[in-house]
Nanobody
Framework: QVQFVESGGGLVQPGGSLRLSCLASGFTFSSYAMSWYRQAPGKERELVATITIGGSRNYADSVKGRFTISRDNAKNTMYLQMNSLKIEDTAVYYC????????WGQGTQVTVSS
């Protein structure tokens, strides 16, 4: 069955960096576009970044220039490098196949606070 395990979150000061990982299983990872999403307290879940099968990347305007999405098909893993973090980046971060209604993983908490 399709599963996602997110990791790498934590507490960081504004301006700091974190690298999130998403380990996927239950499908042929290299054959699907993948996305990162996030949900802040009291807000709806939103799309953060997408990487296609060919490696093309798209970002939400709010993270463009600060976040970088990447994938390692040999490891069935996707990453999100987050730099210049802001307080408003605080959220639980999730990964999923783009345009598929997969079950969500447990997510990884990112807290940006001074």
């Amino acid at each position: 069955q399709v599963q996602f395990v997110e990791s790498g979150g934590g507490l960081v000061q504004p301006g700091g960096s974190l690298r999130l990982s998403c380990l996927a299983s239950g499908f042929t990872f290299s054959s699907y576009a993948m996305s990162w999403y996030r949900q802040a307290p009291g807000k709806e879940r939103e799309l953060v970044a997408t990487i296609t099968i060919g490696g093309s990347r798209n970002y939400a305007d709010s993270v463009k220039g600060r976040f970088t999405i990447s994938r390692d098909n040999a490891k069935n893993t996707m990453y999100l490098q987050m730099n210049s973090l802001k307080i408003e980046d605080t959220a639980v971060y999730y990964c999923r196949r783009r345009n598929y209604n997969d079950n969500w993983g447990q997510g990884t908490q990112v807290t940006v606070s001074s």
